[in-house]
């Protein structure tokens, strides 16, 4: 969904798993080699060229959140942080179910 105001459209993820913070810190650590990444154990921000991806972990799991000018641009970051994310994860089997807001 578009915001009407900013014109950058976004979608959001929840996954259900005991390592949030865990994978929320690999994730920015990872990314953070090639483009700015700041977090902490329990959010970080990852601002890509093509969009920026929030991500959120609490007991119940991990929020991710991303953001771009297009639907080509928050496919592009879905795929990108799903990759990674999964890659991270290989221990477990995650849901990943990203929904526009």
Known sequence: ???QVTGKSASTAHVTTDHGSRYLQQLCK?????????F????????????VCRLEADETGLTMTVQGSS????????????????????R?????????V
């Open 30 to 38: 990872h990314f953070g080699h090639k483009v700015e990444a700041t």
């Open 92 to 100: 477990e089997e995650l849901n990943i179910d990203w929904q526009a």
């Open 71 to 90: 639907g080509e641009e928050i496919k592009r970051l879905q795929d990108v942080v799903d990759s990674h994310l999964v890659r991270f994860a290989f």
């Open 1 to 3: 969904m578009e915001d």
């Open 40 to 51: 902490d154990p329990h959010a970080g921000e990852v601002k890509f060229p093509f969009g």
